[in-house]
């Protein structure tokens, strides 16, 4: 069985900047309840089709496949939930280990948010100066979240 186990934590960006463009990505999701999230990702021009499963502590059932890119466009513009997300991530080495930052667009315009991906959920590692505050058991964070309840609605809260 695939499996994610994953920290999230929001960036400083007084602190962090890009080093280059990174990469842009749109995504959807098929489903997004709590129990189960399909979502379908364009990367450039890569598609994926994702299924994850409900995060029992910093764990969740990951499953990926890749997806004709045609197939993925027809699905984000007529099948997924809208809004769709758009970002660039940026992938960075620290410590010997691989940071994802997503710098969202569109809705959630001014969230930046640092991913590591580790082998388990009590894998020591280094975190970046820039990665201030850890919200890895915040459900808003999650991109699915992000699409129902985005980052600019945050404030009327």
């Not at 964070?141 to 699409?147: H, P, R, V």
Request: glycine residues 8%; negative net charge; hydrophobic residues 35%.
């Amino acid at each position: 069985m695939g499996k994610e186990i994953e920290r999230k934590f929001l960036v400083d960006t007084r602190l962090w900047q890009p080093l280059g463009s990174g990469s842009h990505y749109k995504q959807g999701y098929l489903s997004s309840v709590k129990e189960r999230v399909v979502r379908v990702r364009i990367e450039g021009e890569q598609a994926r089709l994702t299924i994850k499963g409900i995060s029992v502590g910093l764990t969740r059932a990951e499953f990926e496949y890749a997806i004709p890119l045609a197939d993925a466009s027809q699905l984000l513009d007529g099948l997924c939930e809208h809004p769709l997300i758009d970002k660039h991530r940026h992938k960075e080495l620290h410590c010997g280990k691989t940071w994802e930052i997503d710098v969202f667009h569109g809705d959630n315009e001014g969230l930046v948010v640092a991913e590591i991906e580790l082998a388990s959920e009590d894998e020591p590692f280094d975190r970046p100066a820039w990665a201030v505050q850890e919200v890895s058991s915040d459900p808003r964070y999650f991109n699915s979240s992000l699409q129902k309840h985005p980052f600019k609605d945050w404030a009327k809260d």
